[in-house]
């Protein structure tokens, strides 16, 4: 048998087709199609194969949108969120959010504290900083009840989060901390 001698490009070089055209082949009219299963809808992260994830994650945010009545403006990149309403003259609200898309713990949670922000109100606590504190504890009990891990690493973005918002609510003369953010004047680090 002649062996085959290779050369540096022989895997670029393409196979040669025959210019036979493929016959179309009908399934007969007696074959039942087959009908694809409803996706899995998981309850909580705990119950998902690990595979599964994003659909977990995009099936929360199909349901933060349709329960509070949001829009995501923009996916972002960076682990930040920003939450705001549109208010027009006629009196229409236009709910929206930026956020990273939910992926891990920390974009999740991150997604679910701009959703908070609709969940709970804007302007129903103040001052801001204690609003803020409440919309992450609204997102933590959001995360637990649908099992997503609160880990060391949503915590420490939790933490810097909070010291940044305190230290800016007192540089805009903030007089008197709320007992409850006293444990976030010291960077977490």
């Known amino acids: 048998m002649p062996e085959r001698q290779l050369d540096l490009f022989a895997f670029l070089k393409k196979p040669r087709l025959k210019n036979k055209p493929r016959p179309l082949v009908q399934p007969a009219a007696s074959e039942k199609m087959i009908q694809r299963e409803k996706p899995n ?3 909580s992260l705990v119950d998902v194969p690990f595979r599964e994830h994003h659909r977990f994650y995009d ?3 199909q349901e933060m949108k349709s329960q509070y009545g949001i829009s995501i403006r923009k ?3 960076s682990m930040s969120g920003v939450a705001y309403e549109l208010h027009y003259n006629n009196g229409d609200v236009r709910r929206m959010i930026s956020a990273p898309r939910p992926r891990s713990p920390v974009s999740a949670c991150i997604f679910m504290h701009e959703v908070g922000h609709h969940a709970v109100g804007f302007k129903k606590f103040r001052p801001r900083c204690l609003e803020e504190y409440h919309v992450w504890q609204w997102a933590f009990e959001q995360m637990r009840k649908r099992g997503i891990a609160v880990d060391r690493r949503v915590e420490r973005h939790y933490r810097r989060s909070m010291y940044h918002y305190v230290r800016l609510a007192k540089k805009r003369g903030l007089k008197v901390l709320p007992p409850v953010l006293e444990p976030f004047q010291i960077w977490p680090g």
Do not use: E, I
Request: net charge positive.
């Open 41 to 43: 809808v998981y309850r």
């Open 59 to 61: 099936q929360l945010v």
């Open 75 to 77: 996916w972002r990149s």
